[in-house]
Each structure stands twice: as structure tokens, then as C-alpha cells.
């Protein structure tokens, strides 16, 4: 069974750092891309983050782009989202997911992603 589990969210000051984790369990990351995506109240789920099923190519949204790094570490099947200079506009629950792709390559859209994990809560407010 292909599973996602989100970890890492919580409460941080504006300015702070918090890095996500994305662990996957029943599939390989070495066949899937792996997505971030956020969603805040009101608003339409937004895809800030991915990267390939290599590791060698990835995408970052304008609005996290120069703050937000995404790796994998594929010894521990995990996909992590480290977020600097948090804003108080990035509060969004965030949620990782899994497309499969044949080719080394990412999509920073929903559409296509079969798995999702719950999603984890982060809120950055002072």
C-alpha cells in the first residue's frame, strides 16, 4: 500500500526555518516524483515544490524560490522541504505527493499526483 506521511509543520516566527519531511512507504522514490503543495484557508491548493524521480531536476514556485530547498534522501525513502525566511503569507496546512513518471521530470501541478500523505499544519506568526 503506497503511502505518504508528512511531518515537521508547527508554529514559527516570522523569519524562522522549519524543514518538512515526507516519508513513503510501498513504493520507491527511483519511479515517482515527489510534489509540495500547500493550501491555505479560502485558497486553492498551490504547488510550491517537486523534484524528479533522479533527484537532478526540481521546481520551485516565484513564491518560495531562494527560500525553499527540496531534497531526497533515497536510503531512507523521504522527501524533505527545508523552508527558510518564513513568511506569514506561507501558513498553509502542506501536503507531499506522488505522480508516477517515466521520464526525470516534476510537475509543480496537482493534477496527475496519485498519492497524497494528511498533510502537516504550518504557521508562521509572531
Known amino acids: 500500500q503506497l503511502q505518504l506521511v508528512e511531518s515537521g509543520g508547527g508554529l514559527v516566527q516570522p523569519g524562522g526555518s522549519l524543514r518538512l519531511s515526507c516519508a513513503v512507504s510501498g513504493f520507491t522514490l527511483d519511479y515517482y516524483a515527489i510534489g509540495w503543495f500547500r493550501q491555505a484557508p479560502g485558497k486553492e491548493r498551490e504547488g510550491i515544490s517537486c523534484?524528479?524521480?533522479?533527484?537532478?531536476?526540481?521546481y520551485y514556485a516565484d513564491s518560495v524560490k531562494g527560500r525553499f530547498t527540496i531534497s531526497r534522501d533515497p536510503a531512507k525513502n523521504t522527501v524533505y522541504l527545508q523552508m527558510n525566511s518564513l513568511k506569514p503569507e506561507d501558513t498553509a496546512v502542506y501536503y507531499c505527493?506522488?505522480?508516477?513518471?517515466?521520464?526525470?521530470?516534476?510537475?509543480?501541478?496537482?493534477?496527475?499526483?496519485?498519492?497524497w500523505g494528511q498533510g502537516t499544519q504550518v504557521t508562521v506568526s509572531s
Open positions: 523534484i524528479s524521480r533522479s533527484g537532478g531536476r526540481s
Open positions: 505527493a506522488a505522480r508516477t513518471e517515466t521520464s526525470d521530470y516534476c510537475s509543480g501541478r496537482p493534477a496527475g499526483y496519485d498519492y
